[in-house]
């Protein structure tokens, strides 16, 4: 049953809305002042405001004005005299879901609320909606609803009270580093440091000596001790990026330390002891690099215990969706425009669906952000993304990668079914829906699913 606040400096009035409304089945609550309708909205959950617009103190404007910063989706209707029409007016540029002139029929006024009430209703049911895809589909700050995304996060629940190594592999921009923080963050040594080193942004000299540390005197410029990543990472995660990058002199001082956990600085002869936890995180396939000499076997075996692949975007485009909600709550303080981001525009939906995003998740969140500050209105266009991301996705099909010996009509009719079956994956099987996408009528749809034989269930 919904609660509706009557807010009227009049006395009576409230106890005479009260009772027409409780008759429709709602339950109500009473103010007699704008101070005291925020006083019953912070104690109670309430799904309309129905206020007067003239009151002393505070007025309908003040009170509307107060309600949206509290809760800017909460439907507020405001009644009014016709002497200040244009004080309504101005509520509803104001967020103001309706106004009602004085005085008003019953009917009348129960129809004005129906409406709120069924409006707000809906918008607290994407609320839980959105919280339970929040909790169901993200792990810490990754995103993903996908089966291989599904997969990573079981994996991540299951190793992270482990002390194991763990080997992460994955293309750029997958979100190796956001893994290895989520093992450290869930396991026991949470509350001790996360040390993280990319192996390929330092020489072999400049790295040892970031790993492993330096004693006084070392090398020109070691004018003091200075203690390496394993000993900061003393009773933590130690992640090392980009692990296929070290060179073999390294990879057998790594080994060593991973076997008796114990190193010395550069330019040193005592030996330090830690108790770390590695994770390495590689775009490499490390088994093609041991065939080619390039990588230590015996490391390899030592950091797989357990490994975890993360799939490129391209190959978990159902998260999409997901990631772009994500990533325009993330980017919403961004923004120029006042307007909020509400949405996406089809053909935007369409470009990020298909595009390949070779710079996987990294590359769909510069996009977004970029869109997030260059769009004027709450629908993201075309227009609003980067030129780059455009050309490279408008021209993703080259005639290079068509056989030299393909059949126009069978080529055609190959790229037709593919955009068909795209759609309908994106509409979730809704017919509708997808010929919108397509930019075609619902029955030419039908006759395409029928001749390529698409088993699309009884959605329409």
Partial sequence: M???????????????????????????LTANSGREALEKLSNSDVDLVLTDMKMPSMDGIELLEKIK????????IMMTAYGTVEKAVEAMQKGAYNYI?????NDSLVL????????????KENRRLRDAVTSQYRFDNIIGKSKP?????????????????????????TGKELVAKSIHFNSPRKNNEFVAVN???????????ELFGHEKGAFTGAVSMKKGRFELADGGTLFLDEIGELSQTL????LRVIQEKVFERVGGEKSVSVNIRLIAATNKDLKKEMEAGRFREDLFYRLNVIRIHLPPLR?????IHLLTQHFIEKYAHERISKIPVKGIDQEVKRLFYEYGWPGNVREFENVIERAMILCPSETMQVSDLPKDFTDNAYNRLQFEDIPSNAQLNETLALVERKMIERALKMANNVQTHAAEILGIGKSGLNQKIKKFKLDVGSKN
């Fill in 2 to 28: 919904e609660t509706i606040l009557v807010v009227d400096d009049e006395k009576n009035y409230p106890l005479i809305l009260s009772a027409i409304l409780e008759d429709e089945g709602y339950e109500t």
């Fill in 69 to 76: 910063r509290i809760d800017s989706e909460l439907p507020v």
């Fill in 101 to 105: 002139l004085k005085p008003f029929d």
């Fill in 112 to 123: 004005y609320v129906n409406k709120a009430v069924s409006l707000y209703r809906v918008i």
């Fill in 149 to 173: 995304m599904q997969n990573v996060f079981e994996t991540i629940r299951k190793v992270a009270p482990a002390t194991a190594n763990v080997l992460i592999e994955g293309e750029s921009g």
């Fill in 199 to 209: 192996c390929s942004a330092l020489s072999e000299s400049l790295l040892e000596s």
């Fill in 251 to 254: 990879q057998v001082k790594l």
């Fill in 315 to 319: 190959k978990r485009r159902e998260d």
